[in-house]
């Protein structure tokens, strides 16, 4: 599958909303994302493919920690090296603006998502009770450390 990696343009955001439909119990809106259009904070990349939106990856980039705000590809698209391709453009970005740390919440039952992070270098280091709700469930707390000291 061929797709190029992208800064997040409003004209995805359609596009985006349905794959949050697809993945998540509690899918952010068109709304939150166009607020993230012109948050300052947030760092965005979408992937395209065939000029269509099949995969995206949001960060907020606070001081010099990265908070991982969402990942997630299109069914028809995975297994293709997507997410890999988006993760990677945002370690790009984390390690040029001398980020210490990257986190993330995770579902303790998404096993994909949780091998996917640790193929990454992040690690499970606490959790967070009934984080989730529909159903209620208990979130993984995962960092990636970038630069000690
Ligand atoms: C997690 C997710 C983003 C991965 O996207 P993807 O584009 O399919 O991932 P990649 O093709 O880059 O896969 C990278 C690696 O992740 C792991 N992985 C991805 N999908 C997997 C699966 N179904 N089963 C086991 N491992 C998997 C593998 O190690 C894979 O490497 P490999 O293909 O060489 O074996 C995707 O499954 C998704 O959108 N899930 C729903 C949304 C979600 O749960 N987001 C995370 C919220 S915290």
Same mark, same amino acid.
């Given at each position: 599958?061929?797709?190029?990696?992208?800064?997040? /343009?409003?004209?995805?955001?359609?596009?985006?909303?349905?794959?949050?439909?697809?993945?998540?119990?509690?899918?952010?809106?068109?709304?939150?994302?166009?607020?993230?259009?012109?948050? @300052?904070?947030?760092?965005?990349?979408?992937?395209?493919? /065939?000029? @269509?939106?099949?995969?995206?990856?949001?960060?907020?980039?606070?001081?010099?920690?990265?908070?991982?705000? !969402?990942?997630?590809?299109?069914?028809?698209?995975? @297994?293709?090296?997507?997410?890999?391709?988006?993760?990677?453009?945002?370690?790009?970005?984390? @390690?040029?603006?001398?980020?210490?740390?990257?986190?993330?919440?995770?579902?303790?039952?998404?096993?994909?998502?949780?091998?996917?992070?640790?193929?990454?270098?992040?690690?499970?280091?606490?959790?967070?009770?009934?984080?989730?709700? !529909?159903?209620?469930?208990?979130?993984?707390?995962?960092?990636?450390?970038?630069? !000690?000291?």
């Amino acid at each position: 599958m061929r797709f190029t990696i992208e800064q997040l /343009d409003g004209r995805y955001i359609p596009d985006m909303v349905e794959i949050e439909k697809e993945c998540f119990s509690a899918p952010w809106s068109y709304e939150s994302f166009a607020q993230e259009l012109v948050n @300052r904070m947030a760092v965005y990349s979408v992937a395209v493919s /065939d000029k @269509r939106c099949v995969g995206y990856m949001g960060m907020h980039h606070i001081i010099d920690e990265g908070y991982i705000t !969402n990942i997630a590809v299109t069914n028809g698209a995975r @297994r293709h090296g997507v997410a890999t391709a988006l993760m990677e453009q945002m370690l790009t970005y984390a @390690r040029k603006s001398g980020l210490r740390m990257m986190s993330l919440e995770v579902r303790q039952s998404n096993q994909v998502a949780i091998d996917f992070y640790r193929k990454h270098g992040f690690e499970i280091v606490g959790f967070r009770k009934n984080y989730y709700t !529909n159903p209620t469930e208990d979130g993984h707390i995962m960092t990636k450390i970038l630069l !000690n000291g």
